[in-house]
């Protein structure tokens, strides 16, 4: 069987038929910006375009002069889409809508000129931005895996074999040896970017060293850390990088099967991830006889079905094998015995993405990148109260600092405002991260720096909190994810962590006293130690890194019966500020329990023990006269 | 009648998996797109064609929350309650629906079988926080009157 196109001809096809472009329009399409409606602004683009007569092109087929529309991932400014960039000129326009299709083609591309409106404005300053290099949430990023995912249309082999993919591969399959791959990747530094950091080079050459008749490579897509979509946005745009790196390390490793394992509540991931399978298969890198090498690789496509765990490898293993995602004690660690017993990679999709640009660049330039204990750029899923949130990308030793104030642009606070002063805390990592305070924020980050102060880079999540969060709500929070996604297979997982967040609720609800403090203290220990996996022995970072960096705040909840962000509802109270009360007794009527009592045209008073803090009274009050403290 | 249909579906998923155990979860996930849960006598079904236990159908089927042995509505509407949404206030869209849907914790289908909600634990749409799933449709940055509005629409979709 030979069905084999030469990439190289592919390469300059693509090239050929993309000549007559004279413009081309690039409609984000990554979850967020197709919540916001981009596919059906895709579609007005095309239909006003033929309207006018021009020749809007879908798919760069044939040698034709014309309008090129193309979809692309998640280009990661999220919170701005739908994002709409012209090229050649790279002129980026934000929260477009369907109205501003027509104008947007009247005047850029028809024409030369700018839709003023729909440039990027800061909001601290209210400068405008027209080109996306200078907008400063890219401008001070460093997009290395992320560079082709906003531009490339993930639906399009040619166009990402034009950018010079899978030439990595082809070489990988014909004309480096197995040892000789290992050991670029050794070189290059690169470690596992699902949170363990495990240097990638060697995970592969233990593979390798390990003879058996069957291997298996497998790309987790298990994406489970709330507050993370780093990967998902790699799957959804760029899915051939993922397909290429798989088999580069297939040829490293000797292995002829390979599973993505998406997670099930990514179905565009999915979708896009299958369909590039298809279109590499149609094109003959993969299958049989790859690039003519007289080898094989061939990729199934599994969705999971809604496990946490399930992100840890030997339980994503057990549920490829159909089992319940329970992880199993190591060793023996899947270089030995993984998937089916066989000897098995198993990477996360970032590492995968990252192995195709590596090879090519060398791993040297790929050293230059971030620091020498950790090569190369990290993406960080970047949320909360922030100006900018979204997908971005730092070289390793970045400060935290630099992304909260110069990417991100700024804290905001419990209304939406800059005012410079809300920062709180920053939850780094996930689940199994810690939140880090004011005096970190200049920390280089890597995974000995943040190991160092009780986080961990983890997949990559980054939230910023500000003020009117609290820190005690923020590890309970936490502590209900962990204890509700524990497998149950480890008693102190199981126990342990629904007795942790026993006593969280306890304190966020007024009940708890000192003791309930270092209970919880001794448990965390517990818990870490006990476990099997990484979730349960993670699950209580949250716990102890507040604990580390704000117990006072821990303290006022169970001394002073105080929530100081006021979040924690059974600690609030309610008072009646007596020279704003004017006694119009509408409040006493609102109030389901009847706690406000006063004479008529008098300050009233509420009774502290009858009141259920509904806030009943303070939705009602016109004299903004009463408070929670 | 109904019943021979129901596993002439069933009979055709495990086929197209060549009946092989490994595959059990695409299996599970195909007979759920089907019939909306897991029916007791269509996983005893599975269990049997794959000659396997019916309670190691039933773990996987326990484990994994993607799977549900009791019917859903029409449209499950996932409210996203991962650390993003969380800190930008997803409960309470959550109370919201809940209130305009007339839900209880112990029941969160509402008794026409159109809608189900259930809590996940992140969408990954952190950059359109607080968010929502219908189906496979996501709907974001919302707050208790804009959730309400696109169940409304839902509804009224449903009514022409």
């Not at chain 1, 994002?83 to 934000?94: D, G, Q």
């Not at chain 1, 959804?236 to 000797?254: F, T």
């Not at chain 1, 023996?332 to 993984?338: I, L, N, Q, S, Y």
């Given at each position: 069987?030979?069905?084999?196109?030469?990439?190289?001809?592919?390469?300059?096809?693509?090239?050929?038929?993309?000549?007559?472009?004279?413009?081309?329009?690039?409609?984000?399409?990554?979850?967020?910006?197709?919540?916001?409606?981009?596919?059906?602004?895709?579609?007005?683009?095309?239909?006003?375009?033929?309207?006018?007569?021009?020749?809007?092109?879908?798919?760069?087929?044939?040698?034709?002069?014309?309008?090129?529309?193309?979809?692309?991932?998640?280009?990661?400014?999220?919170?701005?889409?739908?994002?709409?960039?012209?090229?050649?000129?790279?002129?980026?326009?934000?929260?477009?809508?369907?109205e501003d299709v027509e104008e947007i083609v009247n005047?850029?591309?028809?024409?030369?000129?700018?839709?003023?409106?729909?440039?990027?404005?800061?909001?601290?300053?209210?400068?405008?931005?027209?080109?996306?290099?200078?907008?400063?949430?890219?401008?001070?990023?460093?997009?290395?895996?992320?560079?082709?995912?906003?531009?490339?249309?993930?639906?399009?082999?040619?166009?990402?074999?034009?950018?010079?993919?899978?030439?990595?591969?082809?070489?990988?399959?014909?004309?480096?040896?197995?040892?000789?791959?290992?050991?670029?990747?050794?070189?290059?530094?690169?470690?596992?970017?699902?949170?363990?950091?495990?240097?990638?080079?060697?995970?592969?050459?233990?593979?390798?060293?390990?003879?058996?008749?069957?291997?298996?490579?497998?790309?987790?897509?298990?994406?489970?850390?709330?507050?993370?979509?780093?990967?998902?946005?790699?799957?959804?745009?760029?899915?051939?990088?993922?397909?290429?790196?798989?088999?580069?390390?297939?040829?490293?490793?000797?292995?002829?099967?390979?599973?993505?394992?998406?997670?099930?509540?990514?179905?565009?991931?999915?979708?896009?991830?299958?369909?590039?399978?298809?279109?590499?298969?149609?094109?003959?890198?993969?299958?049989?006889?790859?690039?003519?090498?007289?080898?094989?690789?061939?990729?199934?496509?599994?969705?999971?079905?809604?496990?946490?765990?399930?992100?840890?490898?030997?339980?994503?293993?057990?549920?490829?094998?159909?089992?319940?995602?329970?992880?199993?004690?190591?060793?023996?660690?899947?270089?030995?015995?993984?998937?089916?017993?066989?000897?098995?990679?198993?990477?996360?999709?970032?590492?995968?993405?990252?192995?195709?640009?590596?090879?090519?660049?060398?791993?040297?330039?790929?050293?230059?990148?971030?620091?020498?204990?950790?090569?190369?750029?990290?993406?960080?899923?970047?949320?909360?109260?922030?100006?900018?949130?979204?997908?971005?990308?730092?070289?390793?030793?970045?400060?935290?600092?630099?992304?909260?104030?110069?990417?991100?642009?700024?804290?905001?606070?419990?209304?939406?405002?800059?005012?410079?002063?809300?920062?709180?805390?920053?939850?780094?990592?996930?689940?199994?991260?810690?939140?880090?305070?004011?005096?970190?924020?200049?920390?280089?980050?890597?995974?000995?720096?943040?190991?160092?102060?009780?986080?961990?880079?983890?997949?990559?999540?980054?939230?910023?909190?500000?003020?009117?969060?609290?820190?005690?709500?923020?590890?309970?929070?936490?502590?209900?994810?962990?204890?509700?996604?524990?497998?149950?297979?480890?008693?102190?997982?199981?126990?342990?962590?629904?007795?942790?967040?026993?006593?969280?609720?306890?304190?966020?609800?007024?009940?708890?006293?000192?003791?309930?403090?270092?209970?919880?203290?001794?448990?965390?220990?517990?818990?870490?130690?006990?476990?099997?996996?990484?979730?349960?022995?993670?699950?209580?970072?949250?716990?102890?890194?507040?604990?580390?960096?704000?117990?006072?705040?821990?303290?006022?909840?169970?001394?002073?019966?105080?929530?100081?962000?006021?979040?924690?509802?059974?600690?609030?109270?309610?008072?009646?500020?007596?020279?704003?009360?004017?006694?119009?007794?509408?409040?006493?009527?609102?109030?389901?329990?009847?706690?406000?009592?006063?004479?008529?045209?008098?300050?009233?008073?509420?009774?502290?023990?009858?009141?259920?803090?509904?806030?009943?009274?303070?939705?009602?009050?016109?004299?903004?006269?009463?408070?929670?403290? | 009648?109904?019943?021979?249909?129901?596993?002439?579906?069933?009979?055709?998923?495990?086929?197209?998996?060549?009946?092989?155990?490994?595959?059990?979860?695409?299996?599970?996930?195909?007979?759920?797109?089907?019939?909306?849960?897991?029916?007791?006598e269509v996983m005893t079904f599975v269990a049997t064609?794959?000659?396997?236990?019916?309670?190691?159908?039933?773990?996987?089927?326990?484990?994994?929350?993607?799977?549900?042995?009791?019917?859903?509505?029409?449209?499950?509407?996932?409210?996203?309650?991962?650390?993003?949404?969380?800190?930008?206030?997803?409960?309470?869209?959550?109370?919201?629906?809940?209130?305009?849907?007339?839900?209880?914790?112990?029941?969160?289908?509402?008794?026409?079988?159109?809608?189900?909600?259930?809590?996940?634990?992140?969408?990954?749409?952190?950059?359109?926080?607080?968010?929502?799933?219908?189906?496979?449709?996501?709907?974001?940055?919302?707050?208790?009157?804009?959730?309400?509005?696109?169940?409304?629409?839902?509804?009224?979709?449903?009514?022409?």
């Amino acid at each position: 069987m030979c069905n084999y196109i030469p990439i190289e001809e592919a390469k300059k096809t693509y090239e050929k038929n993309a000549k007559g472009v004279i413009k081309r329009v690039v409609i984000c399409s990554g979850t967020g910006c197709v919540a916001n409606g981009s596919l059906d602004i895709k579609d007005k683009f095309l239909e006003i375009l033929n309207n006018l007569g021009h020749n809007a092109i879908v798919e760069l087929k044939k040698e034709e002069e014309g309008i090129h529309i193309s979809g692309s991932g998640c280009q990661g400014f999220c919170q701005m889409g739908p994002l709409v960039t012209i090229l050649p000129e790279k002129i980026m326009y934000c929260k477009v809508s369907i109205e501003d299709v027509e104008e947007i083609v009247n005047e850029s591309i028809v024409n030369d000129g700018l839709v003023e409106r729909l440039v990027y404005e800061l909001p601290s300053t209210g400068e405008k931005y027209a080109k996306q290099d200078d907008i400063p949430f890219y401008a001070k990023q460093d997009r290395f895996i992320l560079k082709q995912c906003g531009m490339l249309n993930p639906e399009d082999i040619n166009e990402f074999i034009a950018q010079g993919g899978y030439e990595a591969a082809k070489k990988a399959c014909t004309v480096l040896g197995q040892e000789e791959i290992c050991n670029v990747i050794q070189d290059s530094g690169l470690k596992g970017r699902g949170g363990g950091g495990f240097p990638t080079g060697l995970k592969w050459e233990f593979t390798r060293r390990n003879e058996s008749d069957k291997k298996y490579v497998i790309c987790n897509g298990d994406e489970g850390d709330p507050g993370a979509f780093m990967d998902r946005s790699v799957m959804e745009g760029n899915p051939h990088s993922i397909i290429e790196g798989m088999l580069v390390c297939a040829m490293a490793i000797g292995a002829d099967e390979g599973y993505v394992y998406v997670r099930a509540e990514y179905p565009l991931a999915v979708k896009r991830v299958k369909h590039a399978v298809e279109a590499a298969e149609k094109a003959g890198i993969l299958g049989d006889n790859i690039f003519n090498s007289g080898k094989s690789f061939k990729i199934t496509v599994m969705e999971g079905a809604g496990a946490f765990v399930c992100g840890e490898e030997t339980a994503l293993m057990s549920s490829i094998e159909g089992n319940r995602g329970m992880p199993m004690p190591k060793p023996p660690f899947p270089a030995e015995k993984g998937l089916f017993g066989k000897p098995t990679v198993i990477n996360n999709v970032e590492t995968l993405a990252s192995i195709g640009p590596i090879m090519q660049m060398g791993p040297d330039k790929f050293k230059s990148l971030g620091m020498e204990t950790a090569t190369g750029t990290k993406t960080f899923a970047l949320t909360g109260h922030v100006v900018n949130t979204g997908l971005i990308e730092v070289p390793f030793g970045t400060t935290l600092r630099h992304i909260i104030a110069n990417i991100a642009g700024g804290v905001v606070d419990a209304e939406g405002n800059i005012v410079g002063t809300d920062f709180k805390s920053v939850q780094i990592g996930g689940p199994s991260g810690g939140c880090l305070t004011q005096e970190h924020l200049d920390l280089p980050l890597d995974y000995d720096s943040l190991k160092s102060v009780g986080a961990m880079v983890g997949s990559g999540g980054l939230v910023v909190m500000n003020k009117s969060t609290c820190m005690v709500e923020i590890a309970r929070y936490f502590m209900e994810f962990t204890q509700n996604e524990s497998c149950g297979k480890c008693v102190v997982c199981r126990e342990g962590t629904k007795q942790m967040l026993n006593l969280l609720t306890d304190i966020t609800e007024g009940r708890a006293t000192v003791d309930t403090i270092n209970l919880l203290e001794e448990l965390a220990k517990v818990v870490q130690k006990g476990s099997l996996c990484a979730l349960g022995k993670t699950a209580p970072n949250p716990v102890i890194s507040t604990l580390k960096y704000f117990r006072d705040e821990y303290m006022e909840h169970v001394t002073d019966k105080k929530c100081r962000a006021g979040e924690c509802d059974a600690l609030k109270n309610y008072k009646v500020i007596e020279n704003k009360c004017i006694g119009c007794g509408l409040c006493a009527r609102k109030c389901p329990v009847n706690a406000i009592e006063g004479e008529k045209k008098k300050p009233h008073l509420i009774d502290v023990d009858k009141c259920i803090k509904c806030g009943a009274c303070i939705d009602s009050c016109k004299f903004s006269a009463i408070i929670v403290e | 009648m109904e019943k021979i249909r129901k596993f002439e579906r069933v009979c055709e998923i495990i086929n197209e998996y060549n009946y092989d155990a490994s595959k059990l979860i695409p299996i599970l996930s195909a007979v759920q797109d089907e019939y909306r849960y897991l029916p007791e006598e269509v996983m005893t079904f599975v269990a049997t064609s794959l000659n396997v236990a019916p309670a190691k159908v039933f773990g996987v089927a326990s484990f994994y929350s993607h799977y549900t042995l009791k019917p859903k509505g029409k449209y499950v509407v996932k409210i996203c309650d991962g650390t993003a949404c969380h800190v930008k206030k997803s409960m309470d869209v959550l109370d919201a629906i809940k209130e305009f849907l007339n839900l209880t914790d112990d029941d969160m289908t509402t008794n026409d079988m159109m809608f189900t909600v259930e809590t996940v634990s992140c969408l990954g749409t952190c950059g359109l926080a607080p968010a929502i799933m219908v189906n496979d449709k996501v709907y974001g940055l919302l707050d208790r009157e804009k959730v309400v509005k696109v169940l409304e629409n839902i509804k009224a979709g449903e009514e022409e």
